[in-house]
T-cell receptor, first 111, second 113 residues
Framework: EDQVTQSPEALRLQEGESSSLNCSYT??????LFWYRQDPGKGPEFLFT???AGEEKEKERLKATLTKKESFLHITAPKPEDSATYLC????????????FGQGTTLQVKP | DGGITQSPKYLFRKEGQNVTLSCEQN?????MYWYRQDPGQGLRLIYY???????QKGDIAEGYSVSREKKESFPLTVTSAQKNPTAFYLC????????????FGSGTRLTVV
C-alpha cells in the first residue's frame, strides 16, 4: 500500500535556527513527490515537485531533497513568516489520478 | 485573477440533511479533486474528475456524491449517509500537476449541529 509519513508532527524553532522536516514514503513506482505549504484555515500552496533520487530544489529559505525512501525539506535561517504546516505527497505511476498526502509537520518560528 | 472559489466558507448541517459544497475554477484546468482534511490526518481523496461528465471514487467516497457537468464546476454533496461529516473540505484542480502541482481553493469547514 502506498503510504507517506511525516516527522516530526510539530516543530518549534527560534528565528534563524535552521532545521529539517522529514517525509518517508513507500510507493509502487514514484512518479513524483510534492511539497506544499498550508496556512491555518487556507488551502495548501504548491512548493516543489521532485522526480528522482538525488534531485534538489530550492525556493528562498527552503530546499527539498529526495532519496529512494525519503525527502527532506531543509529550512535555512527561518523567519516567523515561515510558520505554517508543511505537507508532503506522492504520486504513483500505478495511479496517476491522485496524490497521497502525509499528515503534515506544523512549524512555528518564534522571533 | 484565475483561481478556485469554494463556497460557503463555513457550513452547518443538521442530522439527516444533505448539503452541497460549491467549487468553481476559471483556470481552464481539466482535472478537479475533492479532499477531506481532519486534524492530525493527511488529506484524503473523496472523488476526482479528469474530464467533463466523468469522475472516479477516491479512498473515502462513501456518503458523498459529485457531478461534473461543466469544466469549471465540481460540486460535492455530503449526504445523510456520511456518518462523520464534520471536517475541512478542500477542492483542487490541475492541468499538469507534476510541473505546477494542484491549485487548491480556500476550503469549506463543515460542522454537524
Amino acid at each position: 500500500e502506498d503510504q507517506v509519513t511525516q516527522s516530526p508532527e510539530a516543530l518549534r524553532l527560534q528565528e534563524g535556527e535552521s532545521s529539517s522536516l522529514n517525509c518517508s514514503y513507500t510507493v509502487s513506482g514514484l512518479r513524483g513527490l510534492f511539497w506544499y505549504r498550508q496556512d491555518p484555515g487556507k488551502g495548501p500552496e504548491f512548493l516543489f515537485t521532485l522526480y528522482s533520487a538525488g534531485e534538489e530544489k530550492e525556493k528562498e529559505r527552503l530546499k527539498a531533497t529526495l532519496t529512494k525512501k525519503e525527502s527532506f525539506l531543509h529550512i535555512t535561517a527561518p523567519k516567523p513568516e515561515d510558520s505554517a504546516t508543511y505537507l508532503c505527497a506522492v504520486q504513483a505511476y500505478s495511479n496517476t489520478g491522485k496524490l497521497i498526502f502525509g499528515q503534515g509537520t506544523t512549524l512555528q518560528v518564534k522571533p | 485573477d484565475g483561481g478556485i472559489t469554494q463556497s460557503p466558507k463555513y457550513l452547518f448541517r443538521k442530522e439527516g440533511q444533505n448539503v452541497t459544497l460549491s467549487c468553481e475554477q476559471n483556470l481552464n484546468h481539466d482535472a478537479m479533486y475533492w479532499y477531506r482534511q481532519d486534524p492530525g490526518q493527511g488529506l484524503r481523496l473523496i472523488y476526482y474528475s479528469q474530464i467533463v461528465n466523468d469522475f472516479q471514487k477516491g479512498d473515502i467516497a462513501e456518503g458523498y456524491s459529485v457531478s461534473r457537468e461543466k469544466k469549471e464546476s465540481f460540486p460535492l454533496t455530503v449526504t445523510s449517509a456520511q456518518k462523520n461529516p464534520t471536517a475541512f473540505y478542500l477542492c483542487a484542480s490541475s492541468i499538469d500537476e507534476q510541473r505546477y502541482g494542484y491549485t487548491f481553493g480556500s476550503g469549506t469547514r463543515l460542522t454537524v449541529v
